[in-house]
């Protein structure tokens, strides 16, 4: 287990998004960050797709209709790339404020578009990028996948640091996954629960928040659970109908910080307000919680069950180029991958 000299601060994001508009939301990105370090925070969690926030006409009506309406082609021009000028203000953000940031984003590479989570250093520095492994639902009508390579846990000063997006948290072997790494510190990025929920009757926070606090639990970690608001500007812009209306209403923000015992280490914000959660990590708290159940460690039974992980990255192109003629005349290749996602 790794450890730091001392507790710090970290500081969950709950607000609304710069909703379609890159340039508007990059610049609430660096005031939260700003925020976050006067409050002395060396952390800050961004809820998922954050930039430029979630795409909610998926669940209001065909994929048609959202195209007619323009959101489609808005999404695209304002998602982020991490060749971007946005990028860059935000890195260097980062490195004018020493601060560690987990910031999430609908990602654009090429023509094809991804729920990312970006790891950024206190230097300014990618320490990592992660995609969420599978779009969730009608999230595959706007999303691509990602890989086995982006279940990382990253050793760090602050302690080792993992994310992962929303249903990201019902898949039982990704979490057992970033258990297996010593994950002490857990980004649980959420959308709002704003909108009507098919599923669950209770409410609308409930069981995310549920889900986030079991993962604590089980991962003896401390879990930063950030979330979105939905404005009523935003309702006006999306709901066009009755029936729209009464899918997605305003407010939805559910943002919380659990300890590695699974208590809330916050008091939580209404659900319409925007602010911050500030809360400290003491590493050394995570001590007594694994001692009494390490789930990849001591408490673990390989020779029951085992995970197995392929965490290599997928591309859809490969390129190989022939070394020289072998045998029957048949030409030797060695694969040479391109940086394709």
Known sequence: MSTVSKPYKAAVVQAVPEF????????????????????????????ETWIPGYPYWIFLGAPAWAIQKGFVTRYYDNAMTLESGQA??????????????????????????????????????????????????????????????????HKLPIGNLGALCCFEHLQPLSKYAMYAQDEQVHVAAWPSFSMRDPICTTSR??????????????GSCFVLAPSLVVSEPMIELLCDTPDKHDILQSGGGYAIIYGPDGAPLVERLGEHEEGLLIAEIDLRKIIIPKVWADPAGHYARPDVTRLWIDRRRRRPVEEFVADGEVGDGAAFATERSRSCP
């Open 205 to 218: 926070g409930t069981r995310s928040n549920a889900v986030s606090q079991v993962y604590a639990i089980e």
């Open 20 to 47: 379609l508009d890159i340039e508007k939301a990059v610049a609430k990105t660096i005031l939260l960050m700003e925020q976050a370090r006067a409050a002395g925070a060396e952390l800050i969690a961004f809820p």
């Open 88 to 153: 860059e203000a935000i890195f260097s953000a980062a490195a004018r404020l020493q601060l560690y940031v987990v910031l999430g984003v609908a990602e654009r590479e090429g023509a094809s578009l991804y729920i990312a989570q970006w790891l950024i250093g206190p230097d300014g520095r990618l320490i990592a990028r992660r995609r969420k492994l599978k779009a969730t639902h009608a999230e595959r009508t706007v999303f691509g996948e990602g890989d086995g390579s982006d279940l990382g846990v």
